[in-house]
């Protein structure tokens, strides 16, 4: 079977880890492991291009967490609005809906999957405090038109960048554009942590001084570590959202190896997209551009099918060959709760024929040539015997 996905997880990580943890640990008490952990990790990514110039970053147990620290620190209510993609994971709504604020879904762009700034400014009003792209797949969403937007409206711009370690735009990391950002270290994603990860990314900070209290259980903790203040207080809403050192130590291995796995993800990419050309020129199925691939750092590969059906078929398919794919997003605005206490754009186009047509292909840097050929192959026969192609 080739795999859809497999974590990229190496041996000596575990190794480095642990006796990166031991001298710690024997080092001193658990305060310096702590704050050792919490600068290894944080040098790992500092060393990674495009995210030398993020002001703070936050170390958490998931984007998850990270997107609920976001979602906390903007003191949103029920009067409030977030405009946000249908096409997304569940995180990014449950963040912000969890905090009274109203979700208002926008479409999404045909060759990105991602959110369309037409469509953010039909929805747009006086009550939007914020506007949260995701950047499917790693490739970015459009930044600026969304930027305006926000500046327009006077609303923030958070990105959830949970797709996007090692993707950045003219020299700055995904993530780091908006006010917030956050990436994801979960074993799905390019680079994982111990399981599961992730960061939140400040880089307006004006922000700093409430999301300091929001991280540690709504206090002043920080001060108070910093010197500031006998005791700490009780000032705000927050939570437990600390990676633990081990995850940070380990994090840390993972990290020096992020240009190297996408590199094999990008060569990869362009290898499915140069191979499937054929296929979107006869209209058989659609693929992203070749250039989103040297942007983004191949995290996804996606084709979309003509229809719901010819999906179902495919995959099916292609599992009788030996090949496991899975398909995406449902759209959020579609469900029940999405229905209950959200509300979509009129037109939700792009979004809901994505939701029935996106299948993704197994691509992960230990899969080999002659897989990725198999699969390339499958695909065409399948459209083959079907009298697609000859
Ligand atoms: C994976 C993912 C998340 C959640 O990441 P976790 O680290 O698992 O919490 C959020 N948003 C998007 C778009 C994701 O793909």
Not at 54 to 64: E, G, K, M
Request: glycine share 8%.
């Amino acid at each position: 079977m080739i795999a859809f996905h497999k974590p990229y997880l190496l041996k000596e990580f575990y190794k480095e880890t642990w006796t990166r943890y031991e001298n710690a640990a024997e080092s001193d008490l658990f305060q310096t492991l702590e704050s050792e952990a919490g600068a290894w990790v944080e040098s790992a990514l500092r060393a990674v291009r495009g995210y030398e110039k993020i002001p703070n970053v936050y170390w958490t147990h998931s984007a998850t967490h990270a997107l609920e620290i976001m979602a906390l620190a903007l003191e949103l209510g029920p009067e409030d609005e977030v405009i946000l993609p249908s096409f997304t994971y569940v995180a990014t709504a449950n963040a912000f809906a969890r905090t009274g604020a109203r979700l208002v879904f926008a479409d999404i762009e045909t060759d990105t999957l991602n959110l369309d700034p037409k469509s953010v400014e039909r929805v747009m009003g006086s009550r939007t405090r914020a506007i949260i792209p995701i950047h499917y797949g790693g490739v970015a969403a459009d930044l600026s038109g969304l930027a305006q937007l926000a500046k327009q409206s006077g609303a923030w711009l958070l990105e959830d960048a949970a797709h996007c370690i090692g993707s950045s735009q003219a020299g700055m990391a995904l993530g780091g554009f908006g006010a917030m950002g956050c990436l994801s270290f979960h074993k799905t994603k390019n680079i994982s942590s111990n399981g599961s990860g992730g960061c939140l990314m400040l880089s307006d900070t004006a922000l700093k001084a409430r999301v300091d209290e929001i991280f540690y259980q709504g206090t002043d903790r920080a001060a108070f570590l910093r010197g500031e203040t006998t005791a700490y207080k009780w000032k705000r809403i927050g939570g437990d959202f600390d990676m633990p050192a081990l995850s940070k130590f380990y994090l840390a291995e993972a990290l020096r190896h992020t240009e190297r796995v996408n590199d094999r993800r990008k060569q990869l990419w362009r290898r499915y997209a140069e191979a499937f050309v054929p296929l979107v020129e006869k209209g058989v199925l659609r693929t992203a551009k070749i250039d989103a691939g040297a942007e983004g750092n191949g995290h996804i590969f996606y084709i979309q099918t003509r229809d719901v059906l010819t999906r179902r078929s495919l995959k099916a398919a292609l599992f009788e060959n030996g090949i496991e794919t899975v398909t995406h997003y449902e759209p959020l605005h579609l469900t029940g709760i999405g229905r209950k206490i959200g509300r979509a754009a009129d037109h939700m186009t792009i979004t809901e024929d994505a939701g029935e047509t996106v299948l993704r292909l197994p691509i992960y840097p230990q899969m080999t040539d002659s897989e990725q050929e198999k699969v390339i192959s499958e695909v065409y026969q399948y459209y083959r015997k079907r009298g697609f192609i000859s």
